[in-house]
């Protein structure tokens, strides 16, 4: 597979927000139907490209997958990701305590599924460390308890360390968090 890993731009907007209806609704197909965050609209995917960071997989001029990282304030007004930020108050990595002002809130990510095991996912999440780098020592995502998969995922090929685990409304997560600082590639 020729896939190329590149910063979003203003023109993948309508394709981006396809894509991540597609992704919400995977999501409430699962074994529970429980969405806790909020599918990013039209205008909040501007704002991600143009003052966070969106990075896609394309391949043959079609987006294949993307992921995407932003300060704690684009989520702060959602009650799970209050709850998270305040978990994250409490928890540390590599010896450094984790706050708002030393981490990003990373993902979603999503990949297409005929595309998924081909390093799609290794890819995004590398270019994604190296943006974010440049501001934040640290990134921060969750990951439902029961998504074998995904854990797998983010602990394996994007050298994620499980930081804590907590529920939020009847749901299990599990809290992960990786430094931006590139080892060995990842």
């Known amino acids: 597979m020729s896939f190329i890993i590149r910063k979003a731009l203003l ?11 597609a992704h919400v609704d995977d999501e409430l197909l699962g074994s529970n139907n429980q969405l806790h965050a909020h599918s990013l609209s039209k205008g909040e995917v501007i ?10 997989a394309e391949e043959q001029e079609q987006i294949i997958g993307y992921v995407m990282a932003a300060k704690w304030s684009f989520f702060s007004a959602q009650p799970l990701y209050r709850h998270i930020i305040q978990k994250i108050k409490f928890t540390d990595l590599e010896g450094q305590t984790l706050s708002t002002t030393n981490s990003c809130q990373y993902g979603p990510v999503w990949i297409q599924e005929s595309k998924r095991g081909q390093g799609v996912f290794s890819a ?10 440049n501001t934040f020592p640290f990134m921060i995502t969750y990951v439902a308890a029961d998504n074998a998969r995904s854990l797998a995922a983010h602990q394996q090929k994007a050298a994620m360390t499980e930081i804590d685990q907590f529920s939020f409304e009847q749901r299990d997560y599990c809290l992960l968090a990786t430094a931006t600082a ?3 590639g990842i």
């Open 11 to 21: 023109t993948d907007v309508a394709a981006i927000v396809q894509l991540e209806r």
């Open 47 to 56: 704002q991600l490209i143009n003052q966070h960071w969106f990075i896609v």
């Open 124 to 133: 995004l999440v590398t270019e994604l460390k190296k943006q974010v780098s």
């Open 182 to 184: 590139t080892v060995n």
